[in-house]
T-cell receptor, first 108, second 114 residues
Framework: AQRVTQPEKLLSVFKGAPVELKCNYS??????LFWYVQYSRQRLQLLLR??SRESIKGFTADLNKGETSFHLKKPFAQEEDSAMYYCALYTGGFKTIFGAGTRLFVKA | GAGVSQSPSNKVTEKGKDVELRCDPI?????LYWYRQSLGQGLEFLIY????????KSGLPSDRFSAERTGGSVSTLTIQRTQQEDSAVYLCASSLRATNEKLFFGSGTQLSVL
């Protein structure tokens, strides 16, 4: 079955600390993975996608096919990173499925 | 338009009534998606439209839910005989093509069924 799992509903870290938001997926094909972010009172928007191998706002994510993971990382969290983060899997057939989301809270 | 537009932004209805939610995608985007966002449930895929092709309705939770897209642009999601468990934020998204393109989301309709 196709599935995206984000095990943490809430993650709280101090400003300047490293942060890792976990994402695991289940998919038999070749995965295309994304992270979307929703800041307070803003729309859900794309943060990054694995095929681009980019770093956005200091965040990176590496696809690990062996562990079926796509964890989102940032070495030094900032208060403005506080938001809801969703991991998403494009399954082909034009469908993108999302995890349950992790709320990141960065404390001053 | 500047982005995906959804209306109304908030809808309060009584159990058993029908509701219609509207989505106006970004001009030129051929793919349109409806998702449901519930607390703790993440984003649940409901339905997908691509151009004039038959929609993928595989995510609709029951036959009370239906959607149409007129002229390859505006879409309406209809929920008949609403139930309290239908209360959620309904999000619409569009993308330029129906591949692994970036999704652009609207700000959603908060539906509350009393």
């Amino acid at each position: 079955a196709q599935r995206v799992t984000q095990p943490e509903k809430l993650l709280s870290v101090f400003k300047g600390a490293p942060v890792e938001l976990k994402c695991n997926y289940s998919y038999s094909g070749s995965p295309e993975l994304f992270w979307y972010v929703q800041y307070s009172r803003q729309r859900l928007q794309l943060l990054l996608r694995h095929i681009s191998r980019e770093s956005i706002k200091g965040f990176t994510a590496d696809l690990n096919k062996g562990e079926t993971s796509f964890h989102l990382k940032k070495p030094f969290a900032q208060e403005e990173d506080s938001a809801m983060y969703y991991c998403a899997l494009y399954t082909g057939g034009f469908k993108t499925i999302f995890g349950a989301g992790t709320r990141l809270f960065v404390k001053a | 338009g500047a982005g995906v537009s959804q209306s109304p932004s908030n809808k309060v209805t009584e159990k058993g009534k029908d509701v219609e939610l509207r989505c106006d995608p970004i001009s030129g985007h051929t793919a349109l998606y409806w998702y449901r966002q519930s607390l703790g449930q993440g984003l649940e895929f409901l339905i997908y439209f691509q151009g004039n092709s038959a929609p993928d309705k595989s995510g609709l939770p029951s036959d009370r839910f239906s959607a149409e897209r007129t002229g390859g642009s505006v879409s309406t999601l209809t929920i008949q005989r609403t139930q309290q468990e239908d209360s959620a934020v309904y999000l619409c998204a569009s993308s330029l093509r129906a591949t692994n393109e970036k999704l652009f989301f609207g700000s959603g309709t908060q539906l509350s069924v009393l």
